[in-house]
T-cell receptor, first 115, second 115 residues
Framework: AQTVTQSQPEMSVQEAETVTLSCTYD???????LFWYKQPPSRQMILVIR??????QNATENRFSVNFQKAAKSFSLKISDSQLGDAAMYFC????????????FGTGTRLKVLA | NAGVTQTPKFQVLKTGQSMTLQCAQD?????MSWYRQDPGMGLRLIHY???????DQGEVPNGYNVSRSTTEDFPLRLLSAAPSQTSVYFC??????????????FGPGTRLTVL
């Protein structure tokens, strides 16, 4: 069965510094999607970044980038120039591309940004 | 566009009561899903649907029913509430074609307490 593991329950970063959140997953599929979602204290889930497994190039969105290592089944999120508004829970998620269309979420990493 | 809407935002039930959590989306998305979020466990998929008249079970379906009679609506029914169903419930929708393929758009959540 597919699983998603986030081994860091909590991380802290100084404002303006860089932090990396880890995510590993297990699957026997060759084609799938990976996502990072942000959940601020408002509880609203917001998509941060997505990666298609067939694309070798790592996705980037402004200050957010991923390091996608398909062979190692690793999908880490790097946040550069951290801002106070980045403080939130971050969830890594895996999605099938066909058949069941099921999503699997990790348990989350709480990111604290220190002023 | 209102996006994904959920009602109610908060609900308190007594053990054994039944109720329906409402979810609606105005983006014409084919895919809709329900999750529950519990501390330390991330989001777990309850039920999902890939179109009107089609539903399937997720990871934790017991105690919940769904139906999808229209593209817009995907209600979640608790048949006989139990304290173990105390949680925050999220509805999400996703297009199954186009640029946002497989990206999930979340509602604001419903906090349910079962006494």
């Amino acid at each position: 069965a597919q699983t998603v593991t986030q081994s860091q329950p909590e991380m802290s970063v100084q404002e303006a510094e860089t932090v990396t959140l880890s995510c590993t997953y297990d699957t026997s599929e060759s084609d799938y999607y990976l996502f990072w979602y942000k959940q601020p204290p408002s509880r609203q889930m917001i998509l941060v970044i997505r990666q298609e497994a067939y694309k070798q190039q790592n996705a980037t969105e402004n200050r957010f980038s991923v390091n996608f290592q398909k062979a190692a089944k690793s999908f880490s999120l790097k946040i550069s120039d951290s801002q106070l508004g980045d403080a939130a829970m971050y969830f890594c998620a895996y999605s099938f591309t066909s058949g069941t269309y099921k999503y699997i979420f990790g348990t989350g990493t709480r990111l604290k940004v220190l002023a | 566009n209102a996006g994904v809407t959920q009602t109610p935002k908060f609900q308190v039930l007594k053990t054994g009561q039944s109720m329906t959590l409402q979810c609606a989306q105005d983006m014409n998305h084919e895919y809709m899903s329900w999750y529950r979020q519990d501390p330390g466990m991330g989001l777990r998929l309850i039920h999902y649907s890939v179109g009107a008249g089609i539903t399937d079970q997720g990871e934790v379906p017991n105690g919940y029913n769904v139906s999808r009679s229209t593209t817009e609506d995907f209600p979640l029914r608790l048949l006989s509430a139990a304290p173990s169903q105390t949680s925050v419930y999220f509805c999400a929708s996703s297009p199954l074609r186009g640029l946002s393929y497989n990206e999930q758009f979340f509602g604001p959540g419903t906090r349910l307490t079962v006494l």
